[in-house]
């Protein structure tokens, strides 16, 4: 099962999307204000 759907919190729908295409396309790092990317121990928030 994708890891993105394992979330028990609410996200947005393009969030949702970043974090598909972030993970088919192996990247880990993404330039957001939102802190929910914080929540996720594969993906490195730049801020």
Do not use: Q, T
Request: one cysteine or more; a negative charge; proline letters at 2%.
């Amino acid at each position: 099962m994708n890891e993105i759907l394992k979330f028990k919190k609410r996200i947005p729908f393009f969030d949702c999307v970043y974090m598909a295409l972030m993970e088919d396309l192996r990247i880990n790092e993404i330039a957001s204000f939102d802190e929910h990317f914080d929540n996720r121990k594969e993906i490195v928030r730049i801020h």
